[in-house]
Every structure is written in structure tokens, then in C-alpha cells.
């Protein structure tokens, strides 16, 4: 069974809203890069994901996909839930 999230919303996201991981982690957004090619992969939505109490350094697709072509734990599946934390 799949939980049911706000759908990821990019100017939320960089206005410091979190968001939801498909792990069920909570990450921020912090910059999209629209000028330069910072990755080879071409991603181009720079933040940092949650993890142990840890901020690790993320980015992400324009769509907020890990990867194209196949789900990952890291994708961004929506918006992290306002009650939760």
C-alpha cells in the first residue's frame, strides 16, 4: 500500500518547504540550477535529504526523480506532510 502525499510542488519546495522521499524521508530542496551543467547525470535540483539526523547532500531531477527510468528510495514523491515530523 502506497501512502498518499500532496504532489511535489518545485516553488513550495524552494520556498523551504519539505518534501517526502519515497523512503518516507524528509528532504529539502535548496537551489535549481538552470544555467549550468553541475552533474553529468543532469540534475539539476540541489538539497539535502534527512538521514539519521545527518543532512546528506541530494539533488534530483527537474521532476524530482532520482533516476530516469526506474523508481528509487530517493525520488521525490510529494510534499512532506504538515502534521508529521
Not at 502506497?2 to 523551504?16: H, I, M, N, S, V
Request: glycine residues 10%.
Amino acid at each position: 500500500m502506497t501512502k498518499e502525499y500532496e504532489p511535489f510542488d518545485l516553488e513550495r519546495a524552494l520556498a523551504g518547504e519539505p518534501v517526502v522521499l519515497r523512503d518516507g524521508r524528509k528532504a529539502y530542496v535548496r537551489h535549481y540550477e538552470k544555467t549550468l551543467t553541475l552533474r553529468q547525470d543532469g540534475r539539476p535540483l540541489l538539497g539535502y535529504r534527512l538521514y539519521d539526523g545527518l543532512a546528506v547532500e541530494a539533488s534530483w531531477g527537474p521532476d524530482g526523480l532520482w533516476l530516469k527510468g526506474r523508481e528509487f528510495p530517493k525520488d521525490i514523491v510529494g510534499m512532506y506532510p504538515q502534521d508529521s515530523d
